[in-house]
């Protein structure tokens, strides 16, 4: 198995549907990836895929490598350059970091920090058989940084994060941009952030999605195993009390017709409405697993014991409801839909994202965090 031309295979399919920078590029082509799955089938390695490594006691994922196209987007988001001192939170497998090396040159260094031992042992074995000799593996709880390597000319998180954490701002240079998937109620968004006076500004927003950071950062994100067999999760961007969802998917549902889809634009459309429902609807939730014909992940609305989700079939888009007054929660997630659409189909890619420690001008959409207020606007 030529092992090279399958790296190439994977940038080249990148590049048709990304407008990948020369830099991030040349350090795909370079950094094999299939050192740092040494478990996993080498093709299987340079598929567009992430690859789960690592869950907890109850089964949920924990750490992965993961899709190289996301990986490709936040690195040229971040913008590094030779020389750059770099600080990763999240080393999972290695890789990323190893590309993170490669791109800051012989000059630069990468500090990249992790929260369990194992996986910081295991990223430092595959580094070190990559030949990336300028990477530092540190276990620690990301939500601190890293002082004694500050300042930092770039950060990126490679999990998911519910804030801005303080030591991550005070450890950047003053023109330093970091790179983070960022929570908002519950939809991920990868922003690359710098500050403007005193708040931090969002320069570009990409959608993405990420385990999420675990230890003092955690945020207040549940998720639920609906069922084991067939696999099926219910996500909520807080904590709240909910039915039985499980016996209401069993239920024959109620549904909507909202319109007729063109197949080819779903993923916008849950990304969309998706980002909608954060911002508007308390009740809001995702489910992924086995659903109907097939796997995969879905918005909605659940609300006691029912739930409405959004679904594709035969071209038509439906609110589709489960459980008892299912019709309700239906009827809702459809008029969603057509606010969604009534207001020109905003979607991640025109958001703006400000983070402040002090009041927001304006009147803006705002979400409370920890130690930020962040101030959402649409262009």
């Not at 795909?28 to 895929?49: I, N, Q, S, T």
């Not at 319109?259 to 459309?269: K, Y």
């Not at 420690?357 to 304006?362: A, C, S």
Request: net charge negative.
């Amino acid at each position: 198995m030529d092992l090279t031309a399958r790296r190439r295979a994977m940038v080249a399919a990148l590049r048709e549907r990304l407008a990948i920078s020369e830099p991030v590029a040349e350090a795909m082509l370079a950094v094999p990836r299939h050192l740092f799955l040494p478990g996993v089938d080498p093709e299987h390695a340079y598929r567009d895929e992430a690859i789960v490594t690592k869950r907890d006691a109850g089964g949920l994922p924990i750490s992965s490598s993961s899709q190289p196209l996301i990986m490709a987007v936040m690195l040229d988001q971040l913008g590094v350059e030779p020389g750059h001192r770099v600080l990763e939170i999240g080393a999972g497998t290695g890789y990323n970091a190893a590309l993170l090396a490669r791109l800051t040159g012989p000059g630069g260094h990468v500090v990249s920090l992790d929260l369990d031992s194992d996986t910081v042992d295991q990223a430092r074995r595959h580094l070190s058989a990559a030949g990336s000799g300028q990477v530092e593996v540190i276990c620690a709880d990301g939500a601190e940084g890293h002082p004694a390597g500050a300042p930092y000319d770039r950060l990126i998180a490679t999990v998911g994060v519910w804030d801005l954490e303080p030591a991550w701002l005070e450890q950047l240079r003053p023109e330093g941009r970091l790179v983070v998937p960022l929570d908002l109620r519950g939809v991920q968004v990868s922003a690359a952030m710098e500050r403007a006076d005193d708040h931090w500004v969002s320069r570009s927003v990409a959608p993405c999605g990420f385990m999420r950071m675990r230890g003092a950062a955690a945020g207040p994100e549940v998720v639920r195993v609906v069922r084991e067999d067939p696999y099926l999760s219910l996500v909520l961007p807080e904590r709240r009390e909910i039915g039985d969802v499980a016996a209401a998917l069993d239920a024959e549902p109620c549904e909507i017709v909202i319109r007729q889809e063109e197949r080819g634009s779903v993923f916008d459309v849950h990304m969309g409405v998706s980002l909608w429902l954060a911002l508007h609807e308390p009740r809001w939730c995702t489910v992924a697993g086995k659903l109907g014909r097939g796997y995969g992940g879905t918005a909605g609305i659940v609300e006691g014991d029912a739930v409405a989700l959004l679904t594709l079939e035969d071209g038509a888009l439906l609110a589709r409801g489960y459980g008892p007054g299912a019709d309700r929660p239906a009827a809702d997630l459809a008029a969603h839909v057509r606010a969604w659409d009534a207001a020109g189909r905003p979607s991640v890619d025109d958001l703006r994202v400000e983070a402040h420690r002090g009041p927001v001008p304006g009147n803006p959409v705002v979400i409370e965090k920890r130690h930020t207020t962040l101030a959402l606007s649409f262009a």
